[in-house]
């Protein structure tokens, strides 16, 4: 086929076409070769059998040949024995039968206009070939470089938890064998940045777990039951304009536990970009998006800068009013939509702030009380 053939033009190792591609290519692409080679041994008897009619049978040879191609781009050297096969044996023909007076010399003529149509063809054939073993080459190495980047994530999250239990453990008795209250104090301070390390790698460790699609556990999630749930836990706590704006009857299957969790890191960053009676608005509403629940936490803080929008998700990331916590929060969001099979993006709030959204898929429950997708 078509990508094969290209894998075939630059060396792209077979292993990265599905196991069921190369399958049916083992079959079917000598067939399509042994067509092409009777077809074309047929066209030409016929060519040399109807004399004045010979160019109904030349023009299907070429025909042929240019459906074949189109399927399955053969290497070079097949590639060039196949057209000195069709110009010199079509060609010989007519030159042979214009010779003979059995057509004329605008029909004869053609034994360099099509083989020059035909060659052009063969051009296109391989250079589109070449451009899709190219982005073949570019998947690839994506996919390579994010399978490396989650075994990195994976194995330091592992790696430091043994070490972090350690300190701390030390840490906690080097406190119980001394009195002084400013050794306790720094120890303390010890012991908050130990577990702080612990739930980076705890969460650096989830990330790559819900990247992987690996952890999530669907059920039919009342999204706005959920989302109005959050809310009343949340708005007690601190002294800001809470707001819900929240559609009834949103229903997605999803994990709730993580969908909790992502509202609660978006609520966390929301607090920590405001102050005391700004704006924090929960939303939850059916996406522009047909098939799709939007879901954000909106504020009246400091925002982020317009430059910095694209990179909020990124582990680590930091800036604007998002200068505290692990700077985990987001990338988890994000991991957990793309794991749901939607998104999260970041944006202008109308209260002035940020506004960082996730969208999931939309369910509706049938009459029957199944689930259905909308």
Known sequence: MVLSSAVELTGLPASDLSDSQRRSERWFDPLVDAIFVVGSVIGLLLMWRLGEAATIPYHLIFVLFAAVY???????????????????????????????????INEASEAVLMPTILIAMVWHARRR????????????????????????????????????????????????????????????????????????A????????????????????????????????????????????????????????????????????AISATERDDTIRLHCTRDTSPGFVVIGVADGGSGIDDAALDHVFRR??????????????????KAAATAHGGDAYAERSAEGGADVLFRLPQIAPSANGRNTAT
Not at 80 to 100: D, E, K, R
Not at 238 to 265: G, K, S
């Open 70 to 104: 189109g399927y399955r781009v053969w290497s070079l050297p097949v590639t060039l024995l196949a057209l000195v096969y069709l110009i010199v044996g079509t060609g010989g023909i007519l030159i042979t039968q214009w010779l003979q007076g059995l057509i004329d």
């Open 129 to 200: 070939a070449v451009l899709l073993s190219q982005v073949q080459r570019l998947h690839v190495a994506e996919r390579d470089s994010r399978l490396r980047e989650h075994d990195y994530a994976r194995d330091t999250a592992h790696a430091l938890r043994t070490p972090l239990t350690i300190a701390r453990g030390h840490v906690e008795l080097m406190v119980e064998q001394h009195d002084d209250p400013s050794y306790s104090a720094d120890a303390e301070i010890v012991l908050a940045e130990l577990d702080r390390l612990a739930q980076m």
């Open 202 to 269: 705890a969460d650096l460790l989830t990330i790559t777990k819900l990247e992987q699609s690996r952890t999530l556990v669907l059920t039919r999630c009342d999204l706005s039951a959920l989302v109005q749930e959050v809310f009343s836990r949340w708005s007690t706590t601190l002294a800001r304009d809470w707001r819900l704006d929240c559609e009834p009857q949103l229903f997605a299957l999803a994990d709730a536990e993580v969908v909790r969790r992502c509202l609660d890191a978006l609520l966390e960053n």
């Open 316 to 333: 680590f990331w930091r800036g604007g009013a998002y200068t505290t916590g692990t700077g985990l929060g987001l990338p988890y969001v």
